[in-house]
Each structure stands twice: as structure tokens, then as C-alpha cells.
């Protein structure tokens, strides 16, 4: 790819909820890869044409900005209704103060975000005091813990598609960072949003079966069934079963001119794309790359397959092993992988 945003276009959603992952996964399809960081900021903090935001299955994705409405319609309401919900209620019962004063401090919050830009939770509670009063959240949960108002105030104005993530504090590696006001969206159907979302995914990364939209979106199958028949997918014959794609994309898709292997980093789209992975991951190799919580670490693959995985040291080196036998010449492939992976690590 020749920028971020062709990356971004071609996956429709980056994983964005560790800072890294969106960068290495730019990096590992980016023709220069050396310019990463540099395009790659230039893409979301500059011209913001890519946008870090809560999206499917409440996780943070980094998406084309072009898609900031349909994103929000499709999969962010319902969650953003709840969470307001859950919010005013866990406030009532620690005794803090009701809904009334919550739409006040909010009100002023966004305020002094668009007055400022872009801000950290700390910069914005010196404009608006009322951000760092505390609260016993979840009490007598396995959750409980003593939150400030900013903490959950500014993830409920997240899922509201009210505000986004912003440029880090420090290096493109940290978890910290800055809010910013959400690029201006009109309010979508969400029967409509939904339909494009799939839209957009399949017409890139399908096919993709029923079981696969579901678990990728997050909504009820009734949902999927609703969506797809609104964009007038297409059903084709998979080993896995009845699988969709777009209309007119039924042809078979050509083979690589070359094999080729690759570094892909933890939570890659492509490795977390489908439920459904048998047809690029052995299932023996399910336990020594995927946590208890299904979330997939940095793989190997060889060409459109996971062969292994790898890892950073802190030192910088890169280590990897194969979890399936490899012949010399593939062997060499991937070793060659690793060393561009190196190189762009360093970069």
C-alpha cells in the first residue's frame, strides 16, 4: 500500500486498543515501511483522515474517517446508551450527584475540548474542576473501585461518538493520550449503518459466513440476517458453509504472483478477521498464540497461512519459532521476513 489510508481502506478497521498494533499492522503493508510512523501520524492527528474510536464489539478501532458515522450508527447507540445508563446509576448509588449535574459538567467539558482541540483528562478537569470529583464505581461488585468523574464521563462520551482518541503522550508506543472532538457526523439509520458497514467489510475481506459477520460485529444474528439482505449480498458455497460476499464479486481470486511470508503484529485484522480460522490456522495452533480471552499475539505467516510466532525483546531483537514444519526455501522466506520486520522495528 501506498499510505495509512489505502491500509485503513483495505481492512476497513485497525485494532487499536494497544497503540502499537495500529502502527505495526500499517507498517507490515505499507510499500515504504521506514515512513510509518511518521505517515501514519500524519493520517490521524494531522490530517485526520483516519480516526481512533469505539467501534465493534466496544473496542477501540482505528477507521477511515469517511466512516465515522456508519461506525457510530451501526454499533456505538445501543453501547452508548447503556453505558450513559450504567454511569447514572453506579453515580446514585455512591450518593454522587445526579444526571442534572452530570449533562452540566459534560456540556462544559466538550466546551473546553473544542476551545483547546485536544486535551488530556488532567488539562481539561483544570477547566472544568468537577471532572476530578470521585465516586465509588461498581460497589460491592468484582469490579468496585473509586473512579474519577473524568474516567467514566470521557468513555461514555466515547461510545457517544462525542469525542475521540487523540495524539499520545510521549511516543507512538504509549497508552496515554489526548482527546480530541469527533470529526462531524450526520446521524444515520441504524438498520441503514449497519448494511454499509457489511458493505464496506465484505466488499474487502469477504467472504465471510453468517457465524463470522456475527462475532465480527458484535449484533444479533437478526442483525446480520437484516443488514445483508439490504446490501443484497450475495451467498456462495464455502467449506465452512453458506458464505456472503458482495454483489458481483463471485469470480475466484487469483493466486499471489509469488509466495510470499510476513510479520504480522498481535490482534492483526487479518488474524482476528473471522471467527471461523481453520482455513489459514490449524486449530493445534490455537493455545500457543491465543489468551484465555481469544485475543491473538504476533504470528508468522507463510503464504496466506499462520506458521508461527514471534516476539520483541527488550533489546530490540526480534525471536520467532515455527509451529509448523517449513522446508529450507520457506525457511529462508520467513527469515528474511523477520529481518524487514527488524529494520522497521528499529525505524
Known amino acids: 500500500a501506498g499510505s495509512p489510508e489505502e491500509v485503513a481502506d483495505s481492512l476497513v478497521a485497525l485494532h487499536g486498543t494497544d497503540p502499537a498494533t495500529v502502527y505495526l499492522a500499517v507498517g507490515a503493508r505499507l510499500a515504504e515501511p521506514a515512513k510509518t510512523v511518521a505517515e501514519t501520524e500524519r493520517a490521524l492527528y494531522e490530517e485526520r483522515a483516519l480516526v481512533r474510536m469505539h467501534g465493534m464489539r466496544h473496542t477501540v ?3 477511515p474517517t469517511r ?7 451501526s454499533t456505538g447507540l445501543a453501547v452508548a446508551a447503556r453505558e450513559r445508563a450504567s454511569l447514572v446509576k453506579h453515580m446514585a448509588a455512591a450518593g454522587a450527584p445526579d444526571a442534572a449535574w452530570l449533562a452540566e459538567v459534560e456540556e462544559s467539558t466538550l466546551a473546553a475540548l473544542a476551545r483547546r482541540g485536544q486535551a488530556t483528562a488532567a488539562e481539561l478537569a483544570v477547566d472544568e474542576p468537577r471532572l476530578r470529583e470521585r465516586f465509588v464505581y461498581g460497589a460491592g461488585k468484582s469490579y468496585e473501585g473509586e473512579h474519577t468523574v473524568s474516567t467514566r464521563l470521557l468513555r461514555v462520551l466515547g461510545v457517544e461518538g462525542k469525542v475521540v482518541r487523540g495524539r499520545p503522550l510521549g511516543s507512538w508506543t504509549s497508552s496515554q493520550f489526548r482527546w480530541a472532538p469527533a470529526p462531524e457526523h450526520p446521524e444515520l439509520d441504524v438498520a441503514g449503518a449497519q448494511a ?3 458493505r464496506n ?4 475481506c469477504g467472504p465471510a459466513t453468517e457465524a463470522d459477520l456475527k462475532w465480527w460485529t458484535g449484533w444479533r444474528v437478526t442483525e446480520v440476517r437484516r443488514a445483508l439482505a439490504a446490501m443484497g449480498a450475495r451467498a456462495v458455497s464455502l467449506d465452512e458453509g453458506t458464505g456472503y460476499v458482495v454483489d458481483g464479486d463471485v469470480d475466484p481470486v487469483a493466486e499471489p504472483a509469488e509466495p510470499w511470508a510476513a510479520l504480522l503484529p498481535a490482534l492483526d485484522p487479518t488474524a482476528v478477521g473471522w471467527q471461523r480460522r481453520e482455513w489459514y490456522l490449524a486449530p493445534e495452533l490455537w493455545p500457543p498464540l491465543f489468551d484465555r ?3 491473538v499475539g504476533p504470528t508468522v505467516w507463510w503464504n496466506g ?3 508461527g510466532g514471534w516476539a520483541q525483546r527488550k533489546d530490540g531483537e526480534i525471536v520467532w519459532r515455527l509451529l509448523e514444519k517449513l522446508g529450507s526455501v520457506e525457511r529462508r522466506a520467513v527469515e528474511a521476513a523477520v529481518g524487514v520486520a527488524a529494520e522497521r522495528l528499529r525505524g
Open 61 to 63: 478501532f482505528v477507521f
Open 67 to 73: 466512516l465515522t458515522a456508519v461506525v457510530h450508527a
Open 196 to 198: 454499509e458497514l457489511l
Open 201 to 204: 467489510w465484505l466488499a474487502v
Open 293 to 295: 480471552s481469544g485475543n
Open 305 to 307: 497461512r499462520v506458521v
